[in-house]
């Protein structure tokens, strides 16, 4: 009989630890599945910065340039379009998904040299040697 007593204090310990571990596995799955949207709607905003910055530095119009970063980009993001010298830049943001709490700010800026501006000496570069060049010496 000592058997049979020592199992009955040990019976409920395994609903116990049940009870104890599967919200904590829940908790633990929910946050996985997070997490893995946020990192999703992170590369959807450097796709559609990348995606901008193409667009606007093969010379289309601006709405054309900012279509295709919102296409790209996840629901609600805000774009931005700039020229800046030589390059045109954008920036995307958006609110991550899940709840209030839980949501994150990312963005994306990509940069990408303007067509038009391919083959021409830079803006206020005129009279003045290339880097690591000597004046008079050619550079190899």
């Known amino acids: 009989m000592p058997s049979s007593e020592a199992g ?3 019976r ?3 609903t116990a630890e049940a009870a104890v571990a599967l919200p904590a596995l829940v908790v633990f799955a929910l946050a996985l599945v ?3 949207m946020a990192a999703a709607a992170q590369i959807q905003c ?3 910065a990348r995606a901008g910055a193409r667009a606007a530095a093969r010379s289309e119009p601006g709405p054309a340039a900012l279509a295709a970063a919102r296409s790209a980009a996840p629901d609600g993001a ?3 379009l700039a020229r800046d010298g030589d390059l045109w830049r ?3 943001e958006a609110r991550s998904p899940g709840p209030g709490a839980l949501t994150l700010t ?3 800026r990509a940069a990408a040299l303007a067509e038009d501006s391919v083959g021409r000496e830079p803006a206020g570069a005129a009279g003045r040697p ?4 000597r004046e008079g010496v050619r550079a190899p």
């Open 8 to 10: 009955r204090g040990d």
């Open 12 to 14: 409920g310990s395994v």
């Open 106 to 108: 990312l963005g994306a």
């Open 34 to 36: 997070w997490a893995l």
């Open 90 to 92: 954008v920036e995307v």
């Open 130 to 133: 290339a880097a690591g060049a």
């Open 78 to 80: 805000r774009v931005t």
């Open 46 to 48: 450097v796709d559609a």
